[in-house]
């Protein structure tokens, strides 16, 4: 079964990488459509969370922010598809880092960075993208797909720029590896973790919050910049990625102020543009554990 998949998915690929990028999005478009109207893709998580979040709006303004949700998710299931037979100069082209020297400036002094992305607009371009504007070595942690064929297939292709890819199960291993070499470590860093004693819980989008303890924990452990990526869709098909810094020395921040502060900043770009934002995911799952005194 597997290796029909496994068949199916190449054919896919193939037929996504021979469309042009102008047919595309019609095709984006006929995905929205099933996704949203056909098949009802995860229809109560995407409104229980956006409801929960905007109470405030109306019902037509809430129906157009559904809709703007389910465009930006065909958008990036295609253009993640497209990904895997994409130029360097489509690339660099379309998702476009605006401020590479922010990584070299760090790496140049011997530091290793954690750069936290988000699950806002097109986050699977990222994985392409920094190789291409930058020479230092890169590692991005992502969860193996249970498809071992499909695995190494994605692993090829998302390290065909120079990006490594690593199981997040093997992250203290990737870190004690390469301790002697700067690297940049792209850890994402807003899906629902699964323990809830070892999250950092924030307020985010007005409710208590449960954030993976990872980034904040290897900053610390290496005393690490960490980097926030900014990720804008300039027009359909065309992204900017703009680099700021959350902290600098993580060791001179109370314990938590690094995902408070990644916290705050993807709240501040979710309240400009709330439909570019994963809402299929079910973000609040978990409940904050009564502290025992």
């Not at 501040?268 to 502290?291: A, C, D, F, M, Y």
Request: one cysteine or more; a positive charge.
């Amino acid at each position: 079964m597997n290796i029909l998949i496994t068949i199916i998915f190449v054919a896919f690929v193939f037929l996504i990488g021979i469309i042009p990028f102008p047919l595309l999005y019609l095709f984006s478009d006929l995905i929205r459509f099933i996704l949203q109207d056909v098949v009802g893709y995860r229809k109560k998580v995407i409104e229980e969370n956006l409801r929960s979040c905007f109470p405030e709006l109306s019902n037509e303004e809430f129906r157009k922010l559904v809709k703007s949700a389910y465009v930006n998710l065909a958008d990036v299931m295609v253009e993640g598809i497209k990904a895997f037979t994409m130029t360097p100069a489509q690339v660099r082209k379309r998702h476009f880092i605006v401020n590479p020297e922010l990584i070299d400036k760090y790496l140049n002094e011997g530091k290793s960075i954690i750069a936290v992305p988000t699950h806002f607009n097109n986050w699977e371009w990222g994985s392409l993208s920094p190789g291409l504007f930058t020479s230092h070595p890169i590692v991005a942690f992502y969860k193996p797909l249970t498809n071992k064929h499909i695995d190494k297939f994605v692993q090829k292709s998302r390290s065909k720029f120079g990006t490594q890819l690593a199981s997040i199960y093997k992250t203290g291993f990737v870190f004690e590896r390469n301790s002697k070499t700067p690297s940049v470590y792209i850890m994402a860093a807003d899906q629902s973790p699964t323990n809830a004693r070892k999250s950092y819980w924030v307020n985010f989008l007005g409710r208590e919050t449960a954030f993976l303890h990872g980034p904040e924990k290897y900053a610390r452990h290496l005393d690490a910049p960490v980097l926030y990526g900014d990720v804008q869709r300039v027009k359909r098909g065309y992204y900017t990625l703009e680099i700021s810094v959350l902290a600098e020395s993580p060791l001179e921040l109370p314990d938590g102020e690094i995902t408070s502060r990644y916290a705050a900043k993807l709240e501040e770009v979710i309240h400009k543009n709330p439909g570019n934002w994963l809402w299929s995911h079910r973000r609040w799952k978990l409940t904050r554990p009564v502290q025992v005194k």
